[in-house]
Each structure stands twice: as C-alpha cells, then as structure tokens.
C-alpha cells in the first residue's frame, strides 16, 4: 500500500509565498525565476534522479529515469509537477534544487533515498544519500 505524504501547514504557506513572489515578479514585467527547494513534491525530475544514477555508477541512458514508470521521467508523480506549470505558464525559468526523499537538514538529520531491485541491475536494497534542505540552501546545485 502507497506511502501518502501529506503537506504541513508551513510548507503550504511556503509554496504561496514562492508562488505569490512569481506573480508580483512577472506583473511588474522582470524576468524571474521559480527557485524550488524541497523533496519529491518539488522534485523536477533531475534531483533523485541524478543523484540515484551518481551513486550507483550508472546512467539514466543505461537504465532509465529514476523512480521508475508509473512515475513521470524522473519526477515523483504521474507528469509535471505544481513548480513546472507554475513556471511555464509565467513564461519563467525553473531552477529546483529539490531532491526526492530529502529532509528538512536539522542537525543530526540524514537523507537517503532506497532504491530497489531490480532497477539498474540491483540485487539488494541500496541506499542513496541526498541533499538535505538545509544542505540545498546552503550550497544549490552542489549535489547535482
């Protein structure tokens, strides 16, 4: 039975304020940029995905995206998410940080990923670090 994840009161007022930040960005006529961190619901398909291939020495061409189908190449839905269509529709860039299973960074805090066989050839559960919150606010895009 699927695990179902659900959204705290803080993290759905972050999305509006990012969001909120777009559309007074874009109504004043500047070119932005949806800057996403977060886990799987922020997750473009790139976080996990490059990560997963990264630690196991593989690449998405050899055993294709990470989660696999019925998840959208890479992404941890059925098809775009929120940030994607946010962005497309403001005619803005997205930049997501964001990583699949990642935590929010608090001390002692640690973020992996299992991925199961048999994807990518696995014979046992694997488990893959991701960056946490904290560490994709600090440092964006030096895990990916």
């Known amino acids: 039975m699927p695990v179902v994840e659900r959204s705290s009161a803080t993290e759905i007022l972050i999305r509006r304020v990012l969001l ?3 559309v007074v ?3 004043y006529g500047t070119t932005a940029s949806l800057v996403a961190f977060g886990d799987s619901y922020s997750d473009d398909g790139h976080g ?3 990560a997963v291939h990264a630690a196991l020495g593989t690449t998405q061409a050899a055993s294709g995206y ?6 959208a190449q890479g992404r941890f839905s059925n098809g775009p998410i929120y940030l994607e269509i946010a962005a ?3 005619s803005n860039v997205l930049n997501s940080y964001a990583t ?4 929010t960074g608090a001390p002692g805090s640690a973020s992996v ?4 066989p048999p994807y990518a050839g696995l014979t046992s559960v694997k488990t893959v670090p991701v960056p946490s919150g904290l560490q994709q606010v600090l440092c ?4 990916r």
Do not use: D, I, R
């Open 25 to 27: 960005s874009h109504a």
């Open 100 to 103: 699949g299973a990642a935590v």
């Open 113 to 116: 990923l299992p991925v199961y």
């Open 88 to 90: 497309a529709s403001l």
């Open 48 to 50: 996990a995905n490059n």
């Open 20 to 22: 909120v930040g777009v």
């Open 66 to 71: 990470f989660p696999m189908a019925p998840y």
């Open 140 to 143: 964006p895009g030096c895990e």
